[in-house]
Structures are given as structure tokens and as C-alpha cells.
């Protein structure tokens, strides 16, 4: 273990902040950076359902699609700055992305660089031969025996932690907290132990901080004339500088586009909370009520204060169901009367989806402009919009079915209202997520270093 | 006024709950919010979207607020019908809610 004085700080970055993040904020990070540690957080809810899918057409795949674009343009900066890497590309199967990595890293004549693959995540045998329930319907799992793809139980920090301390450089787990991938390396390098609740309450706080990269930084934040932002088309990801008491400053490349301010950092402290006094993590309970936000000057804002209490027993499990298709057709209407002929043609599609037997489990009918975000509202009721889009939405059990609600859509053309434009329809298969509480000791996570082989 | 003249936000989802943060730009306004932003009128003011309870959070360090939604996203992002099935655009609705009175700055 390292020796850790306190004056040291541990610069980490965060590279992306969903799948299909933009690269080059994270190209910019590492060369300019000085990082320490660089995290990429991938992997949505579902993402790692539609991934097992993929994986069970073709062994070798099953991880993030931008795996290769990444690291063609991140490997060689980082190797070369000896940045270490802890990504959840792995998604349903990290071993094949850590194999993967070596063959980019061999391609790019990179050498020696250590690369493991954090496995257990995936327990879906774990789940289909116990008797447990939903915690959102509190339905039994067995009654969707046949229509669960996967089972992954978000993972804690500890997995990723023995991999650094084994010397891996970069590390692709599966289903991982998304603050325990900047968690990790903070107890790493400051040698935290995993009891030390009030560290890891603020190491959380740091991690759920930059987990959504640019969301810190000034981006999903402007609103002209209210809260500007610079030169956001070239929007920098951010920069946690982390103290050995976890307490942190979050930053950004000085000549990256955005902005760090109070206001950005509040905003995402309380991104997808819900009690703030209890947010639930593999490690640790964390409490954001006493954390404290400081703008130091420049782009640069000071965040402490975060707190924590004991871990649970037990770990979420995301299982992800097939549940169905979502048929859909959209139209335009335009001019003086647009809303008349548009409420016209939805009332025409509603008859014709009845009239001729649609096997419908529930619709949706709104207009785009009008109510299709808030409903039935005052607001709604009085505009009088020069253009709207008609949206026509359908759950039904096939496919079949759910081709049927675009079709009537489309047949407005030559059988609606007049003037209808730019139909288009789609059908989609629904990957359902609930989650059910697993006993900790239900779940095995496991360390591979992928060989230099 | 509008409460967007006294505090930004932003929208987080998880399953068929959402969340709706409102931070004032200066803290001074924050009693002043706690007094007049309650659970029950943001359920009101939501009605057109949120089908469950209102919970309220109180952040006095920071001069926020937390309103959880319950039922609020058409049965879960995974599987809603909605357009935006995140309810990502519900924070500018929250924030066009009236607030009676000016406070002094």
C-alpha cells in the first residue's frame, strides 16, 4: 500500500458520462489534466440488458460499442502519462473487453499495460432460483421466469480496489455503483478502510459529483438570460482534486468550454436523489445533508461535509424483462387550424385502432407542442401552436400488433385530416428493469488480470 | 413571480419516481421557499404528470429543496409510453410555478 501523507491530493477524471458521450472531452482531460485516475461511466439501466443480448448472439461481444473508439484515442495519452483507467465498459462481459483492451493496446504498440476485468456482477442464476419479489410492484420474480435476459447486482467498490492494488492500469467491470468507480480509487490510494463510514460517505459524494462528467461541468445546465454558459459546444469534462479526508474540489481543463460554479455542482449533488440523508450505495449509507458547496474563485468549487453510516445486507439487483413492443406514428400539422385537424386525426387514429381489433394493453395520444410533456395543462389548453406533431403510442404483446399503430398513423395521408406531413413510424421491443434486494453474501465479485499473453 | 427568477433545478429519474431539485441563487430566499414550496403545491401544479405522493427534502446548507414524485413516469422510464420517458423536461414546468411574494433580496 502506498504511504499517504496528508497534504496529498489525488487528481480524477471523468471521461464519459452515459455510453454515447462524446471522446474528444476526454482525449482533452487526459493530456491536460495531470490526472491520476480516469473513470468512464457506460452503462444506463438497461444498457446492460440489451448488452447480455448482444453477448448471447456472440460470445466475444456483450460490451460498450464505443469500447474501441475510446481507447483508440485515449490508450496512447494515458499510457504514456500513466493515467489509470477504471471504466463499466465491460458491461455483460468485462472479461472480453479486458481481452479486447490488450488487442487495441498490442495494436497500438502499447506495452506492459495491465489489464483486469471485474466479474460476479451478473447473477442471474442467483435470482431466477430464489423467491423474491420486486421491490417496485412487488410482484414475484418467478411469475417473469421466461421473460428475464438479466440479472446484475450493482457491485461495490472492493472488486476494483484489489484490482488497482494488483498493479491493473485499466479496469473494465460490469454492473458497478457508479460512485463506487470513483470510490475505488480514492480508498486506494489514501488506503481508507471499508469501515471508515464518514470517508466513504464523502468519497461518494465525490464520486456521484463527476459520475455524470459533463453534467458538473456546465452541460444539461444552460438556460439563456438566466444561467449562461461559455462556449458550450466545447464543453471539458470535469476534475475531482480529492484530499485524504475526501474532501474535494471540482474543476476543469483551464481552456475546456463550460463553466464549474456553485449552481453546477448543486444541481448535480442532488441529481437522482431522493432522501438525501439516506443515499443507498454497496459501501455505504451516505448523508449529503451537512455537505457544503464553496466557490474558491475561478472555476473552481470547493465540496466537503458528506457523511455516512453502516452498509446494508444487501445489494440492488437490476432484472431486466422482455415486456412487450411499443408501436408508434407520428404526424405533422401545420397553419391556422393546425390543432383542430390534428385533434380531428387523433380522434379518426383512436376509432380506427378500435374499429379494427388492435390488441391494445394501453395507448397514448398527445400532441407534440401542446401536452405531450405535461398533460392536460392551463397552458395547454390556451395555446394555439402554428405547427404541431400528432404522436400516436401503443404498448402491445407482439410485434405484429404493434406494427399495426404506426400503419394508422400513416394511413392519414390519404384518409385524414388535411395537410398532414412527415409521417413516421417505429416499433420497438421493450426491455423492462425493476430491481430486487439480494443478501450480500449472494454475490461473489471477482478479479482476472487478462494476461500480457 | 416565477419561481425560475429564484432558484434553478434539475430532474433525476429511478424507475417510475422522479426527482426535482430547487436551489435558490441566493440563499437568503431559502426560508422564504420553505414556507411557500410545499409538497401539496407541487402536486398541484403537476397534476397533469405525477399520479403518486409528493415527498418534500429540506438541503438548508445548500438553500435547496428535494421533491420526490412517486408515480410520476408512466409506469418506469424502461417501459413508459411517454415522449420523454426520463421526465427530464418537468424541472422547467416546476420552476413556472408562481411564488406570491417578492422577497427582499
Given at each position: 500500500m502506498s504511504t499517504v501523507t496528508p497534504s496529498r491530493t489525488i487528481r480524477i477524471g471523468a471521461?464519459?458520462?452515459?455510453?454515447?458521450?462524446?471522446i474528444e472531452p476526454a482525449v482533452e482531460l487526459v493530456e491536460h489534466?495531470?490526472?491520476?485516475y480516469l473513470v468512464f461511466e457506460c452503462l444506463a439501466e438497461r444498457t446492460i440488458a440489451l448488452a447480455q443480448q448482444t453477448r448471447r448472439r456472440d460470445a466475444s461481444l456483450g460490451y460498450d460499442p464505443l469500447l474501441e473508439a475510446r481507447w483508440r484515442a485515449v490508450l496512447p495519452h494515458a499510457a504514456k502519462r500513466a493515467v489509470r483507467i477504471v471504466t463499466?465498459?465491460?458491461?455483460?462481459?468485462p472479461i472480453a473487453a479486458a481481452r479486447k483492451t490488450a488487442e487495441i493496446a498490442r495494436e497500438l504498440r502499447i506495452d506492459g499495460l495491465k489489464i483486469a476485468a471485474v466479474t460476479g456482477d451478473d447473477v442471474l442464476d442467483v435470482v431466477l432460483a430464489g423467491d423474491y419479489r420486486f421491490e417496485?410492484?412487488?410482484?414475484?420474480?418467478a411469475a417473469f421466469k421466461d421473460r428475464i435476459v438479466a440479472a446484475n447486482a450493482y457491485l461495490g467498490a472492493q472488486p476494483i480496489v484489489d484490482a488497482l492494488r494488483a498493479g491493473a492500469d485499466v479496469i473494465l467491470t460490469g454492473r458497478?455503483?457508479?460512485?463506487a468507480l470513483f470510490l475505488a480509487p480514492l480508498i486506494h490510494a489514501?488506503?481508507?478502510?471499508?469501515?471508515d463510514w464518514q470517508r466513504l460517505g464523502q468519497g461518494t459524494v465525490v464520486g456521484h459529483l463527476l459520475e455524470c462528467a459533463g453534467q458538473i461541468t456546465g452541460g444539461y445546465f444552460a438556460d439563456p438570460g438566466v444561467k449562461d454558459v461559455p462556449n458550450l459546444a466545447r464543453l471539458g469534462f470535469p476534475i475531482g482534486e480529492v484530499r485524504e479526508d475526501g474532501s474535494v474540489v471540482v474543476t476543469k481543463?483551464?481552456?475546456?468550454?463550460g463553466c464549474v460554479s456553485e449552481a453546477t455542482c448543486k444541481e448535480q449533488l442532488l441529481y437522482?436523489?431522493?432522501d438525501p440523508q439516506r443515499y443507498l450505495q454497496p459501501d455505504v449509507v451516505a448523508d449529503f445533508t451537512e455537505v457544503s458547496v464553496t466557490q474558491l474563485g475561478g472555476e473552481r468549487v470547493a465540496v466537503s461535509g458528506g457523511r455516512g453510516g453502516p452498509r446494508t445486507g444487501t445489494l440492488k439487483t437490476s432484472v431486466a424483462y422482455l415486456d412487450g413492443f411499443i408501436g408508434e406514428g407520428q404526424i405533422s400539422y401545420g397553419g391556422s387550424g393546425a390543432q383542430a385537424r390534428a385533434r380531428l386525426a387523433l380522434d379518426v387514429v383512436r376509432e380506427r385502432l378500435a374499429m379494427t381489433g388492435v390488441a391494445v394493453r394501453e395507448l397514448r395520444c398527445e400532441l407534440i407542442g401542446v401536452d405531450?410533456?405535461?398533460?392536460?395543462?392551463d397552458a395547454a389548453r390556451e395555446t394555439q401552436p402554428y405547427e404541431v406533431r400528432l404522436r400516436v403510442a401503443a404498448r402491445c404483446d407482439s410485434f405484429d400488433e404493434a406494427m399495426r399503430v404506426g400503419n394508422e398513423v400513416e394511413?392519414?395521408?390519404?384518409?385524414?385530416?388535411?395537410?398532414?406531413?412527415g409521417v413516421t413510424k417505429s416499433v420497438r421491443e421493450v426491455i423492462a428493469v425493476q430491481s430486487v434486494l439480494l443478501p450480500r453474501e449472494m454475490v461473489t465479485p471477482s478479479v482476472e488480470i487478462v494476461g500480457e499473453d | 413571480m416565477k419561481l425560475r427568477e429564484l432558484a434553478h433545478g434539475r430532474t433525476g429519474d429511478k424507475g417510475d419516481t422522479l426527482n426535482v431539485s430547487v436551489i435558490c441563487?441566493?440563499?437568503?430566499?431559502y426560508p422564504h421557499l420553505v414556507r411557500h414550496l410545499t409538497a401539496e403545491r407541487v402536486k398541484a401544479h403537476l397534476q397533469g404528470i405525477v399520479r403518486g405522493s409528493v415527498r418534500r427534502y429540506e438541503l438548508p446548507r445548500i438553500g435547496a429543496l428535494n421533491f420526490v414524485l412517486e408515480h410520476a413516469l408512466g409506469g418506469g422510464v424502461t417501459r413508459s409510453?411517454?415522449?420523454?420517458a426520463h421526465g427530464k423536461s418537468v424541472s422547467a414546468a416546476l420552476l413556472d410555478i408562481d411564488i406570491d411574494i417578492a422577497p427582499p433580496a
Open positions: 471521461g464519459a458520462g452515459y455510453s454515447g458521450d462524446r489534466g495531470s490526472l491520476d463499466n465498459m465491460g458491461a455483460a462481459n417496485e410492484s412487488g410482484e414475484p420474480v458497478v455503483a457508479d460512485p489514501f488506503g481508507w478502510s471499508m469501515d481543463v483551464p481552456h475546456a468550454g437522482e436523489i431522493h405531450s410533456l405535461y398533460g392536460q395543462t394511413t392519414l395521408y390519404t384518409n385524414g385530416p388535411a395537410g398532414g406531413g | 441563487f441566493d440563499a437568503r430566499v409510453l411517454a415522449l420523454d
